[in-house]
Nanobody, 123 residues
């Protein structure tokens, strides 16, 4: 059973930065597709960024492109989300997810999810 544990959330002012971490454990097999999703109160879940571990290819939602960076450390079995130039509209619970592959921004392609970490950006 794969377990995903997020950390690094918190409260920052607009323009600030945070780095989220997603530590993967519980399986010798590391899922090829890792993604970050977010959900704000009253809003639908939104795909933020994805990475295919085997190729290193990365993908981003238009709303975060140029501000967020997803990366991986295979030795540490950890995926990161560096968030810069944060805006109040980035406020949400951020969750990482793991799956075998497929289109990165489709939740149905992920079969393991973390509990989430809260990010709050004040103006």
């Amino acid at each position: 059973q794969v377990q995903l544990v997020e950390s690094g959330g918190g409260s920052v002012q607009a323009g600030g930065s945070l780095r989220l971490s997603c530590a993967v454990s519980g399986s010798r097999y590391i899922s090829d597709l890792m993604g970050w999703f977010r959900q704000a109160p009253g809003k639908e879940r939104e795909a933020v960024a994805g990475i295919y571990r085997s190729s290193g290819s990365t993908y981003y939602a238009d709303s975060v492109k140029g501000r967020f960076t997803i990366s991986q450390d295979n030795a540490k079995k950890t995926v990161y989300l560096q968030m810069n130039s944060l805006k109040p509209e980035d406020t949400a619970t951020y969750s990482c997810a793991a799956g075998p592959g497929g289109t990165w921004n489709r939740p149905e392609n992920y079969n393991f999810w973390g509990q989430g970490t809260q990010v709050t950006v004040s103006s």
